[in-house]
């Protein structure tokens, strides 16, 4: 059974900087495309970052030029490095994961959720 394990939630201030990084385990699959997503309250989840497995990436406008996404070289594991944070960047952060088994058929999976707060 496919688990995304994330880690790197928490609080820092305006300014700062935070890592989050997601690990696929379980189940033989091949990667698609890693990414991270954010919702905060009262609005709907939206794309931050996104690496597919050809190592394209994409960006939210409001990230540009403040957040990386990378994988390792499984590309089971994804990094999500933010700096220059701000209170807009606000938000439960969630790892998503396209994944295909033994068929080309695309399946997502998500993680929890890790909570980011930028606040001084």
């Known amino acids: 059974q496919v688990q995304l394990m994330e880690s790197g939630g928490g609080l820092v201030q305006p300014g700062g900087s935070l890592t989050l990084s997601c690990t696929a385990s379980?189940?033989?699959?091949?990667?698609?495309?890693m990414g991270w997503y954010r919702q905060a309250p009262g609005n709907p989840r939206v794309l931050v970052a996104r690496?597919?497995?050809?190592?394209?990436?994409d960006y939210a406008d409001s990230v540009k030029d403040r957040f990386t996404i990378s994988t390792d070289n499984t590309g089971k594991t994804v990094t999500l490095q933010m700096t220059s944070l701000k209170p807009e960047d606000t938000a439960v952060y969630y790892c998503r994961a396209d994944l295909s088994f033994s068929n080309p058929f695309n399946m997502a999976y998500w993680g929890k959720g890790t909570p980011v707060t930028v606040s001084s």
């Open positions: 379980g189940g033989n699959f091949r990667v698609n495309a």
């Open positions: 690496m597919n497995s050809g190592g394209s990436t």
